[in-house]
């Protein structure tokens, strides 16, 4: 009877027939309950695969982690009196890496000329995509102002551009000096990234409008 038309349970029960999950990840080969917690992203999932042993290995949402690639192999082994066959089968599976979520604490305001604007980034990563050690990877930030209207000034310039004691180019916040930006509307821009696999997934960008009034007006 061919097993295309015998459901999962049906298969289990077949008489003489062994099953066995093994799989490829991070460069590891090892049966699925020799798995490490970083591996599997999970100690539910490193729990769970310990116990797969069955035609039927579903893999919990959210276990995976993003940004890899999987080998699942199953070994199906059938014995006949003295005689025992094996076959294998392999899939591979990649897991998408979800987009790094960030914004401008405060948002969009209104702000007098003569203050000093405050800009901090909140940046989240679904995934917690770490380092080949398991540290946490290190999100990276890229800022820009664009004149609606008004002018940014060198001093605001020398902020986002030149600050040389940013690693990595620019931190999550970035301060800009009261009168580097003449009374106008303008949009800025925040850029997230996490180290060192984040650039897989390209730039997450969020942007605020700042409205810069003079000094002594309403709302200024």
């Known amino acids: 009877k061919s097993c295309e038309k015998l459901s999962v349970d049906q298969v289990a029960?077949?008489?003489?027939?062994?099953?066995?999950?093994?799989?490829?990840?991070?460069?590891v080969n090892a049966p699925l309950n020799v798995l490490t917690e970083l591996e599997w992203g999970s100690?539910?999932?490193?729990?769970?695969?310990?116990?797969?042993?069955?035609?039927?290995?579903?893999?919990?949402?959210n276990k995976l982690v993003g940004g890899r690639e999987y080998e699942f192999?199953?070994?199906?082994?059938?014995?006949?009196?003295?005689?025992?066959?094996?076959?294998?089968?392999?899939?591979?599976?990649?897991?998408?890496?979800?987009?790094?979520?960030?914004?401008?604490?405060?948002?969009?305001?209104?702000?007098a000329s003569t203050a000093g604007i405050d800009l901090v980034a909140l940046a989240y990563d679904p995934d917690e995509s770490t380092k080949g050690d398991?540290?946490?990877?290190?999100?990276?930030?890229?800022?820009?102002?664009?004149?609606?209207?008004g002018e940014v000034t060198d001093a605001a310039m020398d902020v986002l551009y030149a600050d040389p004691t940013l690693e990595n180019g620019f931190g999550s916040t970035v301060a800009l000096p009261g009168g580097?930006?003449?009374?106008?509307?303008?949009?800025?821009?925040?850029?997230?990234l996490r180290g060192p696999v984040g650039g897989a997934r390209g730039e997450t960008k969020s942007t605020v409008e700042i409205e810069v009034m003079e000094a002594g007006a309403p709302g200024g």
């Open 13 to 27: 029960a077949l008489p003489g027939l062994g099953f066995e999950w093994s799989t490829t990840v991070a460069g």
């Open 43 to 61: 100690p539910e999932m490193v729990q769970y695969a310990s116990t797969a042993s069955s035609p039927l290995l579903r893999v919990p949402k």
């Open 73 to 111: 192999r199953l070994t199906v082994t059938m014995k006949e009196g003295a005689q025992v066959l094996t076959t294998h089968a392999t899939v591979h599976v990649v897991v998408d890496m979800r987009p790094i979520h960030v914004v401008i604490a405060g948002g969009s305001r209104t702000v």
């Open 134 to 149: 398991g540290s946490p990877g290190e999100f990276l930030y890229t800022w820009s102002v664009e004149a609606v209207s």
């Open 180 to 192: 580097s930006l003449t009374p106008g509307v303008y949009h800025v821009t925040v850029g997230a």
